[in-house]
C-alpha cells in the first residue's frame, strides 16, 4: 500500500460538517484519456495540496518502478483538484499525494480509477474502448423475458478449478475459463462442463460473487483464494483473474470477454457488488476526505454494520454518487446486466432507488436487475433520517428493487442459523403455514413486509454463505456421508426446489444446487481453500446427482414454458386448494384466461409415505412428478383424483 495515512481514526465530520462540504456533480472524475491529453479529477475538498504521481509500472516491484514525474493539482472549483498531462498516457499509472492544513500526508488510488497495477495499488490510465476482446462492440444484452429468470450464482473460481473441467491449467479459476464454449469433463467430449454445461442448464442469469478488485488475495503470488467481500478498487476487474495481473488493460479485456461469452450463450451478467463497506477502514475514500466516507457512532467510532470494517455513509451526497457512479460504469463499460446488493439494508433506501434511476435511464437499462440482501450484519448509523433499504423500506423502495426472502428460505430447509433445524421439505411440516404465503410471494403482507411486485422476491433455498442445500439436508438427517446419493434427501431436495421453482417470484440459486454440491460440512468457506469451494463437475455426472440435475434441467424447462407461474405480468396469488395433512396444492390462472386453458394444479407432500389428493374439474396431465419433470405433458390423462408420491412435488396442467 502505498504511503500510509494516520489521520483517519479519529477525525470525524458530523452531518452538518458533511454537508457543508461542496457537491460535485460532473461526471469526469477520474483520469479521462484522449490521445492528446488526459484530465485528472479528484473530489477532495479539505485537502490543501494534492499532486498526481505518475509511474511507468503498476507496482513497486517491477523495472522501471521509479516515479516519473509529479504534478501539482488547482483548485477547480466544487472541491475538486485538477491536473493535465499531456501526450497519450494509455498504460500509466498512478496516484495521488494529499497534504491537508494539520501537516499531515497521504497517498492514495483513484477512487475513480478504471484498472490498476498488481495488487491494486497504483491506478492506471487506460483508453478502456482499446482494452476489448474482438467483437466487442456487437456485444448486446440477452432479452430475457421476467418469467423466465433464474439465477445462478457462482464464483469466477469456483467455476472453472477442477481439474476434471477440461479447462486447460493456465485458464482454470480465470475469466477466460468462461470465453470455453465446448468443454467437457475431461475433455471426453460427451459429458460438458462450465460454459457448456450452462448453455443447457435452463437458468438465465449468472451472479458472480465480488469480480472487482479485492484486496486480500496477493494476485502476484498464485494459490489465494478469497469469496471477495473486502473491496479494493470498487471500478477495476480483480486481477487474480486476469492471466495477467500486471498489465491493467489485460483484465479489463478478459473481464468483457466473459461477458461477452456469456451473452452469446443467451445468459445475463449479474454482478455481486459490496458498497457496504471498504476493507481497509483507512480506505482510499476515507483518505481522500478523511472523516466524511466512513458512519461513526455518536462518539466517532466507525461503526461495523458489515461485520468485515467500516461502513460506507451511503446516505451522504458525494458517497450517493460514488455508488450511483460505479454501478453506472459496470452497466455502461462491462455490459452488465443485473446488481446483487451485498448487505443491500446498510445501504439508504434512497442510495436504492437513485441506482435504479440512474439504471433506468441508460439504454435498455429498465431490464438491469437491481436486488440485494434486505439486512445488515451488525448494527449502523444512518444519518439525517436515512431509511435502510431492509424489508421494512418496501413502500420506499422502487417496486423493481428486489430482495433476498429468508422466510421463503427458512420455511422449505429450516433455520441457516441453526444447522439441524429442518423446514417443510425435512420434517418440520407446519412451516408449510409460511410456505402458503409464499405461493403469492408474500404480497398480502403475511411476513410483515410487502412487496409492490412478485418479481421483487427473490425465491431460493441456497447461496453461498450458510451450508450448501445438500449439506443442509445432510445435517438435519444427522448424516456425514456427504458424498452418498441417499434416495430420501435426493426426495427432499427434488421437493425443496420444486417448491421455490414453483413459488411467484425471481427463482435463485447457489451453483451445483442442482447435482447436491457439497462443502463436507462447511457453513462459511469464505478463505478457502479452493478445493472445498470449487465446482466438482465429476458429481454433476455422478449416479444419483445426474439424474438430480436432470430434474432441475426439467424443472426449469416447465417454469420457463408456464408464465404464469412466475407472478411475473402481475398475476394474483394463486388459489390454495383444501387439502388433508400436510398437503400443499394450488391451482394458478392458465395462460389464456377466458378459456381456463393452461391453468397449473400444482402439489407439494413433504411426508414419507404416498398421500390422495383430489384433483379440481377438468382433465389434466402431468408436467413434473417424483423424480420426473419438463415443459411437455406426460403419462396418461388425469380427473377428479391423484396418488401424490412420497416427499414430492406434482404439477399438472389442464386440457
Ligand atoms: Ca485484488
Known amino acids: 500500500m502505498p504511503g500510509i495515512?494516520?489521520?483517519?481514526?479519529?477525525?470525524?465530520?458530523?452531518?452538518?460538517?458533511?454537508?457543508?462540504?461542496?457537491?460535485?456533480?460532473?461526471d469526469d472524475l477520474g483520469a479521462v484519456w484522449t490521445p492528446e491529453r488526459t484530465v485528472f479529477k479528484l473530489w477532495a475538498p479539505t485537502a490543501q495540496r494534492v499532486t498526481l504521481r505518475l509511474f511507468a509500472a503498476g507496482t513497486d516491484g517491477e523495472p522501471d518502478a521509479a516515479l516519473l514525474g509529479e504534478h501539482p493539482m488547482a483548485p477547480a472549483g466544487q472541491g475538486v483538484w485538477c491536473a493535465t498531462a499531456d501526450g497519450d498516457l494509455n498504460g500509466m499509472y498512478y496516484t495521488y499525494r494529499l497534504h491537508f492544513a494539520d501537516g499531515s500526508d497521504t497517498e492514495v488510488v483513484d477512487p475513480y480509477a478504471r484498472s490498476a497495477g498488481a495488487d491494486g495499488a497504483r491506478g492506471m490510465v487506460l483508453n478502456l474502448s482499446a482494452a476489448v476482446p474482438q467483437g466487442w462492440a456487437q456485444d448486446v444484452r440477452p432479452v430475457i423475458p421476467p418469467h423466465a429468470r433464474c439465477i445462478w450464482e457462482c464464483h469466477v473460481a469456483d467455476f472453472s478449478a477442477?481439474?476434471?473441467?477440461?479447462?486447460?491449467?493456465?485458464?482454470?479459476?480465470?475469466?477466460?475459463?468462461?470465453?470455453?464454449?465446448?468443454?467437457?469433463?475431461?475433455?471426453?467430449?460427451?459429458?460438458?462442463?462450465?460454459?457448456?454445461?450452462?448453455?443447457?442448464?435452463?437458468?438465465?442469469?449468472?451472479?458472480?460473487?465480488p469480480m472487482f478488485d479485492y484486496a486480500t488475495v496477493r494476485e502476484t503470488a498464485p494459490g489465494g483464494y478469497n469469496w471477495g467481500y473486502d473491496p479494493l478498487n470498487y471500478n477495476v476487474p480483480e486481477g487474480s483473474y486476469a492471466t495477467d495481473p500486471f498489465h491493467g488493460a489485460v483484465r479489463v479485456r478478459e473481464c468483457r470477454a466473459m461477458v461477452q461469452a456469456l451473452h452469446k450463450a443467451g445468459l445475463g451478467v449479474v454482478?455481486?457488488?459490496?458498497?457496504?463497506?471498504?476493507?481497509?477502514?483507512?480506505?482510499?475514500?476515507?483518505?481522500?476526505?478523511?472523516?466524511?466516507?466512513?458512519?461513526?457512532?455518536?462518539?466517532?467510532?466507525?461503526?461495523n454494520g458489515s461485520g468485515c470494517g467500516s461502513d460506507l455513509a451511503s446516505e451522504r451526497p458525494m458517497v450517493r454518487k460514488y455508488i450511483v457512479d460505479s454501478v453506472v460504469f459496470w452497466?455502461?463499460?462491462?455490459?452488465i446486466d443485473g446488481f446483487r446488493f451485498d448487505l443491500m439494508a446498510l445501504e439508504d433506501a434512497d442510495t436504492m432507488n437513485a441506482v435504479r434511476a440512474a439504471l433506468d435511464a441508460l439504454p435498455g437499462g429498465r431490464d438491469i436487475l437491481l436486488y440485494g440482501e434486505p439486512w445488515a450484519g451488525g448494527a449502523t448509523r444512518m444519518e439525517h433520517g436515512a431509511r435502510p433499504a431492509d424489508k421494512s423500506a418496501l413502500d420506499r423502495l422502487d417496486a423493481r428493487i428486489g430482495f433476498f426472502c429468508d422466510n421463503t428460505r427458512d420455511a422449505i430447509k429450516g433455520n441457516v442459523f441453526d444447522a439441524a433445524a429442518p423446514g417443510y421439505v425435512n420434517g418440520n411440516y407446519g412451516a408449510g403455514y409460511q410456505l402458503l404465503h409464499a405461493l403469492g410471494a408474500w404480497r398480502g403482507g403475511e411476513?410483515?413486509?410487502t412487496p409492490k411486485a412478485a418479481g421483487q422476491v427473490v425465491q431460493y433455498v441456497s447461496a453461498h454463505d450458510n451450508l450448501t442445500l445438500w449439506d443442509k439436508l445432510c445435517a438435519t438427517a444427522h448424516t456425514k456421508d456427504w458424498d452418498n446419493p441417499d434416495e430420501t434427501l435426493l426426495a427432499q431436495n427434488r421437493l425443496a426446489a420444486?417448491?421455490?421453482?414453483?413459488?411467484?417470484?425471481?427463482?435463485?440459486?447457489?451453483?451445483?444446487?442442482?447435482?447436491g454440491r457439497t462443502k463436507h460440512g462447511c457453513d462459511n468457506s469464505y478463505k478457502g481453500p479452493l478445493t472445498r469451494n470449487r465446482?466438482?463437475?465429476?458429481?454433476?455426472?455422478?449416479?444419483?446427482?445426474?439424474?438430480?440435475?436432470?430434474?432441475?434441467?426439467?424443472?426449469?424447462?416447465?417454469?420457463?414454458?408456464?408464465?404464469?407461474?412466475?407472478?411475473?405480468?402481475?398475476?394474483?396469488?394463486?388459489?390454495?386448494q383444501a387439502l388433508?395433512?400436510?398437503?400443499?396444492?394450488?391451482?394458478?390462472?392458465?395462460?389464456?384466461?377466458?378459456?381456463?386453458?393452461?391453468?397449473?394444479?400444482?402439489?407439494?407432500?413433504?411426508?414419507?409415505?404416498?398421500?390422495?389428493?383430489?384433483?379440481?374439474?377438468?382433465?389434466?396431465?402431468?408436467?413434473?412428478?417424483?423424480?420426473?419433470?419438463?415443459?411437455?405433458?406426460?403419462?396418461?390423462?388425469?380427473?377428479?383424483?391423484?396418488?401424490l408420491p412420497p416427499r414430492s412435488l406434482t404439477v399438472l396442467i389442464a386440457e
Not at 5 to 12: K, M, N, T, V
Open 447 to 449: 411476513g410483515g413486509f
Open 498 to 515: 420444486g417448491i421455490y421453482l414453483t413459488v411467484q417470484g425471481m427463482p435463485f440459486m447457489q451453483a451445483g444446487e442442482e447435482f
Open 162 to 209: 477442477d481439474p476434471h473441467s477440461g479447462v486447460p491449467k493456465s485458464l482454470r479459476g480465470k475469466f477466460r475459463a468462461f470465453t470455453l464454449p465446448d468443454t467437457t469433463l475431461d475433455g471426453d467430449g460427451i459429458h460438458p462442463t462450465c460454459l457448456n454445461y450452462l448453455k443447457r442448464l435452463g437458468v438465465s442469469h449468472i451472479q458472480l460473487m
Open 5 to 26: 495515512g494516520r489521520r483517519f481514526w479519529g477525525d470525524w465530520m458530523d452531518w452538518n460538517e458533511a454537508a457543508a462540504l461542496p457537491y460535485y456533480p460532473g
Open 331 to 335: 452497466a455502461k463499460e462491462y455490459h
Open 535 to 576: 465446482l466438482d463437475w465429476r458429481r454433476a455426472y455422478a449416479p444419483g446427482f445426474r439424474e438430480l440435475t436432470e430434474f432441475y434441467r426439467g424443472l426449469l424447462a416447465l417454469r420457463r414454458a408456464c408464465p404464469p407461474l412466475s407472478g411475473a405480468a402481475g398475476e394474483p396469488a394463486p388459489m390454495v
Open 271 to 303: 454482478m455481486d457488488v459490496v458498497y457496504n463497506h471498504t476493507y481497509f477502514a483507512d480506505s482510499w475514500l476515507e483518505r481522500t476526505v478523511p472523516g466524511y466516507w466512513d458512519r461513526r457512532t455518536a462518539e466517532g467510532k466507525l461503526t
Open 580 to 643: 388433508p395433512g400436510w398437503l400443499i396444492g394450488f391451482v394458478t390462472e392458465g395462460q389464456d384466461k377466458a378459456e381456463h386453458t393452461g391453468e397449473m394444479a400444482v402439489y407439494y407432500n413433504p411426508e414419507p409415505v404416498a398421500q390422495p389428493a383430489p384433483l379440481p374439474a377438468g382433465t389434466w396431465r402431468l408436467l413434473a412428478q417424483g423424480a420426473q419433470a419438463g415443459a411437455h405433458p406426460f403419462g396418461p390423462r388425469q380427473t377428479a383424483q391423484l396418488e
